[in-house]
């Protein structure tokens, strides 16, 4: 338990500088629904969760529990827009949000202005 509190603490932020590769694997699920929100040049250049630097420009993602190299299908429901991104972080941390992409997938995407949108992810690969 104590371990588990450990690794809560060392998650609450993206680009996570320790390099954990923790890699759940859980069933994965048909689709994911809920609000997205994107992070970029504040995190430019710091490591993952999954022990990769991150790239604003590049298309990522991070969830909470999808197995890393997972690639998603992600499609902005207001305006059906579409990019596949692959999951290379763990996020998001903030309540009720399910996904978390990079800067360059929130502009794809058509809501970086915005800050988060209501989103369909499907697992492609």
């Known amino acids: 338990m104590i371990l588990s509190l450990a690794n809560c603490s060392t998650a609450s932020k993206h680009a996570n500088t320790s390099h954990t590769k923790q890699n759940q694997t859980q069933d994965v699920p048909a689709d ?45 429901t207001s305006n059906d827009k579409q990019v596949e991104v692959v999951v290379n972080d763990r ?19 058509g809501f970086k202005i915005e800050g988060h949108t209501t989103i369909m992810a499907r697992v492609i690969q």
Do not use: C
Request: proline share 5%; aromatic share 10%.
């Open 32 to 76: 994911i629904v809920g609000t997205a929100s994107w992070y970029g040049q504040d995190f430019q250049g710091k490591y993952t969760a999954s022990g990769q630097k991150f790239d604003p420009h590049a298309l990522t993602a991070a969830h909470q529990t999808l197995p890393f190299g997972t690639k998603l299908l992600v499609t902005n």
């Open 91 to 109: 996020g998001p941390f903030i309540k009720n949000r399910v996904l978390d992409v990079s800067e360059e997938a929130a502009k794809m995407l």
